[in-house]
């Protein structure tokens, strides 16, 4: 019998951030009119489904990532209305729709926060931590992620609030059932009105260990700004922040509790027919025995390093792979919201263009489900903002002052850096024309953050969708190469030619059909004899990034720089 697949499975995803993507009622913002106008372009772009990040009402103190209302829309961004019209219009069209779900915390300005700090005896005390100071200190030394002390003093009843992120955002306190209760509500309430999944953000910290550990580090989250400031700006610094940031936060992520809670959240999606949990995290063990907890868990160390090299992609596959559980699908990205973004990212300066197109042929190629982020398909880069009154992303008015307060540096170097370390720079307003704000807003508006003016440089969709070379048409005909090769989508995976330094090179089998793909990650030209590898002497060509004939012997087979190469066996 043939296996039946899950239409997340062969699904291509896009990132939505709404604020960004579409502006429908021209005041600067994006919003849901404005999604649902942009869906004929989400379907001639291909993918098959959307995430689209926080459109709950919000303080906007982490864009978003501070929910007020989990059973509503932002007034900026619509109505209920204008979203159960975007959800028709785009299941009309065969598009899924999967929303954001923040459980480690809420905004500050959540009824349930306001009522959990109204009084000690509140009956919504216990929904948040909630802990005395000692000696006026706070209840232990546990940091913020976002910077300084992880507990807030809250004056009106003098006790302190934990918070992981900014301190307007609270966490919950996911011990007590009722806060579980409350949340299983709002995700009903999105998969009632028929929403088709959820992203679930920092499910890593839901938990913290119960009894509140001091951490042992010896050295503080200061010091390890302080060295990875000089990694950045000094290549030859070895520093794996990665593992000292896991050091310095143990006690407060990946605590027991998590994965029985990710069963429990599967339990309630399973419910209804179809639906799919994908976890913000790289840890395979959130897929649980690969059919319990979260369907879908992103491959994060594929993106962590600036170069995608042969090397690098076979051993992330390698490793990943035989790490998944059995019965588990892998999952694919190289950016989002919190990104550098993709062409920035891997531009080596020189083959910017060509490393985009080569990339995305290892996105697309490899398998499981790949998730792109709205505007790198025409090539968006990030955009450094030019003053501290730009910053949207509150971390970077935090570290323009810790960098100048930390480092001695100048408020020009301070500037610099507290826009890099910062998030506004991959969520600029998505280009869509060579017009006035790129054509994201009317030209007398001023968007929420500005628009990279390179929209005038052909980076924008309208230019892109007349031209045929362009990066927006490649990936178009990418995604449209991979939608009709079950072998790309549902096949095997056989690495040739493994320590080949230039070429990926590997097979993908399924059924009747194998591909045969080749992408060249170098700017090397190469010539490949590949017939004693994969036993045919030809192939026929069902995508290339070059002009080449429509079949290719393969024992003589020239590959230019950054070639992309996938046959037909
Ligand atoms: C991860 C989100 O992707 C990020 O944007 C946010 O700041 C944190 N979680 C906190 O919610």
Known sequence: MMKEYKWWQSAVFYQIYPRSFADGNGDGIGDFVGMTQKLDYLQSLGVDAVWISPHYPSPQCDCGYDVSDYCDVAPEYGTLDDFRTFLEEAHQRGIKVVLDLVLNHTSDQHAWFLESRSSLDNPKRDWYIWRKGQDG????????TFGGSAWELDPQTNEYYYHMFFKGQPDLNWRNPEVKQAMVNGMRFWLDLGVDGFRLDAVGTIFEAEDLPNSQCDYTLDDLYIRQTKAIEDPGEKFDGGKLWLELFKYQVEQPGIHELMCELRQVVDEYPDRVLIGE???????????????LVFNFPLMATHQLTADWVRSNQKERLSSLPRGAWPCNTLGNHDKTRVFTHFGDGRHNHSIARANLAVLLTLPGTPFLYNGEEIGMTDFMLESPGQFRDSYSPFIYQKDQELMGSSPEIALKRAANAGRDRCR?????????NGGFSPAEVQTWLPVNPNYQEGINVAEQELD??????????????????PALVFGG???????????????????????????NLSSQRRTLDLVAACGHSEGK?????????????????????????????
């Open 137 to 144: 200190q706070p209840p232990n030394n546990w940091y913020s």
């Open 281 to 295: 995290t790289e840890g395979v063990d959130y897929y649980g025995n690969g059919d319990n907890e979260l369907q």
């Open 428 to 436: 600029t307003p998505m280009q869509w024309e060579n017009a006035a």
């Open 468 to 485: 045929s070379d362009s990066l927006l048409n490649y990936y178009r005909h990418l995604l449209s190469t991979r939608r009709m090769s």
């Open 493 to 519: 995976y056989r690495t040739l030619f493994s320590k080949d330094p230039d070429c990926l090179i590997f097979l993908r089998y399924y059924q009747e059909q194998t591909c045969l793909v080749v992408i």
């Open 541 to 569: 060509v069902i995508f290339g990034s070059h002009t080449r004939p429509d079949r290719l012997a393969l024992d003589d087979l020239f590959v230019s720089p950054y070639e992309v190469l996938i046959f037909n066996l």
